[in-house]
């Protein structure tokens, strides 16, 4: 018989079996004293819930879409149990947020069968009325969060699990609305976003002049902008585009409001609102479409 001894000496050895030649590892370590440690519950989840069985009940309505595939429901699942295991480790629910992305991005790119950033594909999503607005808000935050991640301006710890499993939820949501077999008005929705410009500016432009601005954020600023002035300011940028288009002081003026709306839209706490803005933002953006130069 021949032997190696390893880094351990005494411990663990090599050893050739001499019934069929065959290299195999022996473990001679000894037994440990006892059963291993249980994890200690994480201090900063001590709010969240009594014990880790309470966990269970803040999960409990994320459920896997059972139409989805397996990645997708491999991601999903993952995400939830991320969430779950936050108890013990705080940072696990940020991740959650940022994996269930994969998912979004995967179900997003196949039902519009284009392929871009997702920021696009949440927007094209809910301009062609496959998410509601104020779904594609919530979707856009993790978005955001992600890309925070990404540029190092926050870090894991940036949500607690009872925000985690809003976001997640939001996840949850878009994948089954998504998955659903698209009906005849669907059909069409999709077909009018690959529409021009111009033609679905004039169609949100409609639904934006029917929806009332939301009350509770009359004089309310965010980041330092006045959402209503915000709000005056692209109505009469998109007017004066569809009435003829715009000129360079105005052009310069549509770019600057659509920052400040990529700022505000994700920061804006009530469904209503986000959705207000978030279609507010889509139609200055599509006002500006036609004033990006094209590549030569």
């Not at 949100?204 to 509770?216: G, M």
Request: glycine content about 4%; some cysteine.
């Amino acid at each position: 018989m021949r032997q190696r001894v390893a880094n351990r000496p005494e411990q663990i050895r090599w050893h050739r079996e001499p019934s069929d030649d065959k290299t195999a590892l022996v473990n001679t370590l000894p037994p440990l004293p006892g059963p291993l440690p249980l994890p200690v519950p994480d201090p900063r989840a001590r709010d969240v819930v009594l014990d880790y069985a309470g966990m269970d009940a803040l999960v409990a309505d994320l459920v896997l879409p059972g139409d989805a595939s397996m990645y997708v429901m491999s991601v999903l699942e993952t995400s939830r149990e991320l969430i779950r295991h936050s108890y013990y480790r705080y940072e696990f629910a940020t991740v959650a947020v940022t994996h269930s992305l994969f998912a979004l991005e995967h179900v997003l790119a196949e039902r519009l069968a284009i392929n871009e950033p997702v920021q696009d594909l949440i927007e094209r999503a809910a301009d062609a009325g496959l998410i509601p607005a104020e779904l594609a808000a919530e979707l856009d935050r993790s978005r955001l969060l992600r890309d925070k991640l990404t540029q190092g301006t926050v870090t894991s710890a940036a949500l607690g699990p009872v925000r985690a499993i809003t976001m997640v939820r939001a996840v949850f949501d878009a994948v089954s609305l998504l998955l659903r077999p698209p009906s005849a008005a669907d059909v069409a929705a999709v077909d009018m976003s690959g529409a021009q410009p111009e033609d679905r500016l004039a169609r949100l432009w409609e639904e934006h002049q029917r929806a009332p601005y939301p009350d509770s954020f009359r004089g309310i600023d965010v980041e330092g902008m006045e959402l209503i002035l915000l709000d005056a300011d692209v109505a009469g940028l998109v007017q004066r585009e569809l009435n003829g288009g715009l000129d360079d002081s105005g052009i310069a003026i549509l770019w600057a409001c659509i920052a400040d709306l990529d700022k505000v839209v994700t920061l804006i706490n009530s469904e209503y609102c986000a959705s207000y803005f978030a279609r507010l933002r889509t139609m200055a953006k599509l006002a500006a479409a036609r004033y990006i130069p094209t590549a030569t």
